[in-house]
């Protein structure tokens, strides 16, 4: 089977509802899904919000080739990625990742694969904003 | 030749300017384009460590630049 791979870049959190289940089918018996929610706080500072920004091109042209590594280490049936830019408030997921395959160990090891090489290298970047002030995240030159 | 960089980030920010233009006698190494792009762009040094990009994939330091290709500056990057 062809893996399936999608990735999209959005603004509004609605538009994360419904786009996951989509991609559900019986021939995946496993569905394993990564929500990374932005915390209420920061080095101990309360968050008002995080902001992203993205090159969006090379986003969709380095998840690719990230998922192409997947493909040639598991067999896995999809692999759906959404990850929002702009303000994400506190409480709300920043990027969400499903990953469907036939069982859950290849599910598990591609969606740690995939969030471990996503920090590393797609190309979005956050400023945190708190009350009194803001600062750009930089944990992975 | 002039080479059209994208940047991002705090680099676009403190650039003030979503995009810079190298003005270039010739074609260019991305090494040689990092040490004339941080003459133009101190926060660059300032970054430490950061990433070039050539057509959406990382480049490095002996590609060619020619000045028909997409290049863009990645500081380093904090997505998830």
Redesign the interface.
């Known amino acids: 089977m062809i893996m399936l791979k999608k990735t999209q870049l959005i603004f509004q959190s609605e538009a994360m509802d419904g786009w996951l289940r989509e991609h559900r089918s019986a021939s995946s018996g496993a569905e394993v899904v990564f929500s990374g929610i932005v915390r209420t706080d920061e080095h101990k500072r309360a968050v008002e919000y995080l902001e992203f920004e993205a090159y969006e091109s090379m986003v969709h042209a380095e998840a690719d080739r990230i998922f192409e590594e997947v493909e040639q280490q598991w067999k896995v049936n999809a692999v759906v990625l959404t990850h929002r830019l702009g303000r994400v408030f506190p409480g709300e997921a920043a990027v969400v990742l499903a990953v469907y395959a036939r069982h859950r160990y290849e599910a598990f090891a591609a969606c740690q694969y995939i969030m471990d090489e996503l920090k590393k290298r797609l190309p979005i970047w956050k400023k945190e904003v708190f009350a009194d002030g803001e600062a750009w995240v930089h944990p992975h030159p | 030749m002039t080479i059209r960089v994208?940047l991002?980030?705090?680099v676009?920010?403190r650039a003030g300017s979503a995009t810079f233009q190298l003005q270039c006698a010739q074609s260019i190494t991305v090494h040689t384009f990092r040490r004339q792009m941080e003459e133009h762009l101190p926060v660059l040094r300032e970054?430490?460590?950061?990433?070039v990009?050539v057509d959406?994939?990382?480049a490095n330091e002996d590609v060619l630049l020619t000045g028909a290709q997409e290049v863009?500056i990645?500081?380093?990057?904090?997505?998830?």
Do not use: D
């Open positions: 994208l991002f980030g705090i676009r920010e970054l430490g460590a950061y990433a990009a959406q994939a990382f863009a990645v500081p380093p990057v904090s997505g998830g």
